[in-house]
């Protein structure tokens, strides 16, 4: 029993490392350029013995974007405060700046999935009404708890922050220690607020 579960907490980890050298890859290289045998000897396994853990390219993708999506649901989760969805957003974004190769990664996928074959476009299709969705509802929030500026066009700017968040990423990538994509985020919800926004 003991050595069953210490193999299958060396496959976890293992699984975890080729996530990570695929995530460094494919946000260099971008995803349709890297092939399988290239993540592989880039983590230091066969090609074999990656598609022993992911089937193929595809479902490696799909596992770097899942956990994704669940590392930051982890992190971040929501309060009663009614600015305390703004203020994580600011938090997320602070975290980003510690992680420049998922960055980098989404930065990639982001745009090469556009293309309506490439296999995250549904994937970001929902990412992106997934992200005007929430900034919509954290304004929302705030304008019901008086604390918004009036006149505020919500989907006007739950769209124009989503967009400010995607350009400052990859001006950040290009030049990382000109921008600070939390301080310009905050600077811009600012705007939109009565009070301060601060730590709940």
């Known amino acids: 029993m003991a050595g069953e579960r210490g193999a299958y907490a060396r496959g976890l980890a293992r699984r975890?490392?080729?996530?990570?050298?695929?995530?460094e890859l494919f946000g260099r290289i971008g995803y349709r350029n890297a092939t399988i045998l290239d993540i592989a000897t880039h983590v230091g396994i066969s090609?074999?013995?990656?598609?022993?853990?992911?089937a193929s390219k595809e479902a490696l993708l799909k596992a770097i974007l899942a956990k994704r999506d669940q590392e930051d649901i982890e992190r971040f989760g929501r309060s009663e405060e009614p600015l305390?969805?703004?203020?994580n957003l600011v938090e997320l974004v602070r975290h980003n700046a510690s992680v420049p190769e998922l960055v980098g990664l989404f930065a990639v996928l982001s745009a090469e999935?556009?293309?309506?074959?490439?296999?995250a476009h549904d994937y970001f299709v929902r990412r992106y009404e997934r992200a005007r969705s929430a900034m919509g509802r954290a304004l929302v929030t705030a304008r019901d708890a008086g604390l918004l500026v009036p006149g505020v066009d919500i989907?006007?700017?739950?769209?124009?922050?989503?967009?400010?968040?995607?350009?400052?990423?990859?001006?950040?990538?290009?030049?990382?220690?000109?921008?600070d994509m939390a301080a310009e985020l905050s600077t811009q919800l600012q705007k939109l607020l009565l009070v301060p926004l601060a730590s709940p």
């Open 113 to 119: 999935a556009a293309d309506p074959a490439h296999p």
């Open 84 to 87: 305390s969805d703004l203020w």
């Open 16 to 23: 975890d490392q080729i996530i990570d050298g695929a995530v």
């Open 47 to 54: 090609r074999t013995g990656l598609l022993h853990h992911f």
């Open 155 to 179: 989907n006007q700017q739950s769209r124009a922050l989503v967009a400010l968040l995607d350009g400052l990423q990859i001006q950040w990538l290009l030049a990382p220690h000109e921008i």
